[in-house]
């Protein structure tokens, strides 16, 4: 596959057999699918790799296989560094920086990614790291040797990014090194300075059952709020009927619409998709199609329902008012709330609905016309 200049590689190692934890590590179900897969789902959310290489037995594959398109796989080697220089093989000579992850770290945020990335082609060697919390001590038989300062102390994460040229060269040098536990040891060997690039301490590497719980809990579901404002605007015509959230009122007007008119509904389901980014409902239902004239409003909030489940989203709260001059509005209240509740799947004590007049002023004093302003809260559930 051929790349423009100027974009990144990643080695993902991930050639570990797992006796710690019983099978390999990096394949451990986390949130429902292997944790390998995350640590892949994250370097594609960063625009600048353009080539992500495996470092995996072809066993692991298949499970990857959803997870893992346009990904290139390597033979992990008997150690660490053998696995790494086997990646490195595969890296596209166009490639400028390359990064080099553990598979068994899916939990690295793509914006300390990038910034890894961006720092070693400034620097030509950069790596995530964290302060350390905690006081260090050195020791000899059980007794404490030294106290370390913590200030200077920092813990290494990964990726550890490079320009091609500085990690090829200290493979080169230093490549038959076994002590080293990270490729940036080499790098130092070679007089390139190392910028640290703080990172977060949810980038945890999974080596222990403990590892494992404290991941799921950092995947476990997350709820955020999000709300959303919709306005809508229908004349109102003389032998039509009347539909207000969903509810027949008997009047002798009704709105004028592409569909039944249902302002209430329209502004509410607006505010809805408004709070999903999602756009609005003369994208789902184009007042130019024919073949849905006259529809019921009902039917275009059913949709908008569709559209919340699939963005992972829940109505926690609708607030409508419709301002018209006629009908008097206040004697249906009771009407409108239940058929909202009906309408939208929630329960009645969520719904506000409310009404104003106009006090005699434009079209709508006049009776000619009436317009709803809502506001919708959802509870958008997912993953991290």
């Known amino acids: ?59 692991n594959r298949p499970a990857l296989a959803p997870y893992a398109d346009a990904v290139t796989y390597a033979l992990p080697g008997d150690t660490r560094l053998e696995s790494v220089k086997n990646g490195f093989a595969c890296v596209d000579p166009q490639a400028d920086t390359v990064a080099v992850h553990d598979g068994a770290r899916p939990l690295v945020n793509p914006q300390h990614i990038a910034a890894c990335l961006q720092t ?39 990726p550890q990014a490079y320009r091609r040229e500085v990690l090829q060269n200290a493979l080169e040098k230093f490549g038959a090194q076994t002590d080293a536990t990270d ?4 790098v130092e060997k070679t007089g390139v300075k190392v910028r640290l690039v703080k990172s977060d301490y949810k980038n945890i590497k999974i080596t222990t059952p403990e590892d494992l719980i404290f991941a799921e809990a950092l995947v476990e579901k997350q709820v955020t709020h999000r709300t959303g404002f919709g306005f809508d605007l229908h004349r109102m015509e003389p032998g039509r009927k009347l539909f207000i959230g969903g509810a027949e009122i008997a009047h002798t007007k009704g709105f004028l619409g592409h569909s039944d008119g249902d302002v209430v509904l ?32 009902v039917t275009i909030a059913k949709k908008v329902l569709e559209v919340l489940r699939g963005h992972g989203a829940e109505i926690e709260h609708i607030d409508a008012t419709l301002i018209t001059e006629e009908p008097k509005i206040k004697p249906h209240y009771d009407t409108v ?10 329960p009645l004590a969520n ?24 506001v919708a809260t959802v509870k958008i559930t997912s993953q991290e």
């Open 1 to 59: 596959m051929q790349h423009p200049a100027g974009f990144s590689s990643v080695v993902i190692v991930a050639g570990g057999s797992g006796s710690r934890m019983g099978r390999p590590k990096q394949m451990l179900p986390l949130g429902g699918k292997p944790a390998l897969a995350r640590t892949i789902e994250a370097f594609k959310q960063v625009p600048a790799v353009r080539q992500i290489i495996v470092v995996t037995p072809p066993e």
């Open 120 to 158: 070693a082609q400034t620097y030509g060697a950069a790596v995530l790291a964290v302060p350390v919390k905690d006081t260090i001590k050195t020791g000899e038989q059980d007794f404490v040797t030294r106290t370390l300062d913590r200030s200077t102390l920092w813990a290494a994460q990964t």
């Open 183 to 186: 490729e940036s040891q080499l």
């Open 266 to 297: 329209h502004a509410i389901c607006d505010a809805l998709l408004g709070a999903v980014c999602a756009g609005e409902i003369g994208i789902l239902f184009p007042p130019t199609d024919a073949s849905i004239k006259g529809i019921s409003s």
């Open 337 to 346: 709330r239940a058929s909202l509740a009906r309408v939208f799947e929630i």
């Open 351 to 374: 719904v506000s609905f409310k009404s104003k007049s106009h006090e005699r002023v434009g079209e709508i004093g006049r009776g000619e016309a009436a317009m709803c302003h809502a």
